[in-house]
């Protein structure tokens, strides 16, 4: 019996929860000593018809509009973790983006992070909020688990005077971390993407965009390399990322792989801790949608800028994402540079038991 998508990605996170409890209960007493060793160092871590509507969709009317251009909001989710001096934090995104660089929180059997991004878009906006669990199985390594919910609305994408909302759980992330050096000031991070996702969402028997969809029923996988560079002023985190979002599935809509380079610092001020980071993201070749390719950039640099509060229990997060696409063109648009759609993200994060 095939499991409604919402369905297993309750079952997963469920499962991944009782995955982690037993096994870091019973990891952290044969590794408290080495852990007591290292913590001297300060080591951190709408749209249906008139009475019908289509499952994860609403809709409400609209005035008429012309056509609509589809964009792809950015390369996925992949997740990366930097557990190295002091207050080097976690976070999840794609190599890029607002992220935890400031000292976060500390202790507790489990960290949690909640995080929503809103990216506007030419036809529409997106809000994801990706909530991230992670706990030491040792003082070395780290396992977690990134759950994601999706809300994607549309302006009137079919031209029927109709706007729609495509929303609901999207591909759940594994990941297991591994810190090396003295100081744990690098890290490895693999993550495997589940397809909880929904990617064949309709309206009027018409498939939405696959950007519009909520997954795109393959498995997604990535492997990121952080360094932590500690100042008495505050961290920098240099790092690379390797992502593959999926491939081609069978309805013949593909996304490319991509890699990232990022460089951030943080200045500690108190609870403050104001952060800075620059990303070069490349991707080998472009998306395409049922088989015709989307108007999207092959290389996007951006500006992130963010502030961070925290206290040894909880932590709240803002900032910005200005990407600058490189290249963008289709099989029926001429090359172009732009700038591209910014992200504004908040969050919180703490540490219980």
């Known amino acids: 019996m095939k499991l409604p998508p919402s369905l297993r990605c309750a079952l997963a996170s469920v499962a991944a929860i009782f995955t982690l409890g037993p096994a870091i209960w019973l990891l952290q007493d044969q590794e408290g ?11 951190a871590e709408t749209a249906a018809q008139p009475g ?30 930097t557990i ?30 909640c995080q929503a991004n809103y990216t ?22 780290n396992l977690g688990v990134s759950v994601p919910y999706l809300y994607k609305y549309m302006v009137d994408p079919f031209r029927v005077d109709v706007d729609l909302a495509n929303k609901g759980p999207g591909d759940i992330t594994f990941l297991v971390t591994r810190r090396f050096g003295e100081i744990f000031d690098w890290s490895v991070t693999l993550a495997a993407g589940i397809a909880t996702g929904t990617h064949e969402v309709e309206y009027l028997m018409q498939l939405l965009p696959q950007d519009r969809q909520l997954g795109l029923g393959k498995e997604t996988a ?25 491939g081609e ?11 990232s380079l990022y460089g951030y610092l943080s200045y500690l001020l108190g609870p403050f801790a104001p952060a800075f980071g620059v990303t070069a993201t490349g991707f080998l070749g472009r998306d395409r949608d049922a088989g015709a390719e989307q ?4 290389v996007s640099l951006a500006a992130n800028l963010s502030l961070e509060w925290a206290t040894d229990w909880v932590a709240v997060l803002v900032g910005a994402s200005v990407p600058y696409d490189f290249a963008v063109a289709s099989n029926t648009i001429r090359q172009h540079n732009r ?12 540490a219980p038991f």
Do not use: M
């Open 295 to 298: 108007a999207l950039p092959r």
């Open 33 to 43: 000593a080495e852990a007591a060793n290292h913590a001297r160092l300060a080591v």
């Open 222 to 246: 990535s492997l990121t390399i952080d360094h932590t560079i500690d100042n008495l002023w505050g961290p920098i985190v240099l790092g690379w990322n390797a992502n593959w979002r999926g």
């Open 249 to 259: 599935n069978h309805l013949k809509s593909y996304r490319a792989p991509s890699s």
């Open 339 to 350: 700038v591209g759609f910014p992200t504004f993200a908040v969050g919180f994060a703490f």
């Open 120 to 141: 506007d878009v030419s036809d529409g906006y997106n809000i994801a909020g990706t909530t991230l669990l992670t706990a030491d199985v040792t003082s070395r390594w």
């Open 52 to 81: 019908r509507e289509r499952p994860g969709i609403t809709s409400r009317a609209c005035p008429a509009r012309g056509p609509v251009a589809i964009f792809d909001e950015g390369a996925g989710l992949a997740s990366w973790q």
């Open 84 to 113: 190295g001096g002091c207050g080097a934090g976690a976070s999840t995104g794609s190599g890029g983006g607002v992220k935890w660089i400031g000292r976060n929180v500390r202790g507790g059997l489990f960290h949690v992070e």
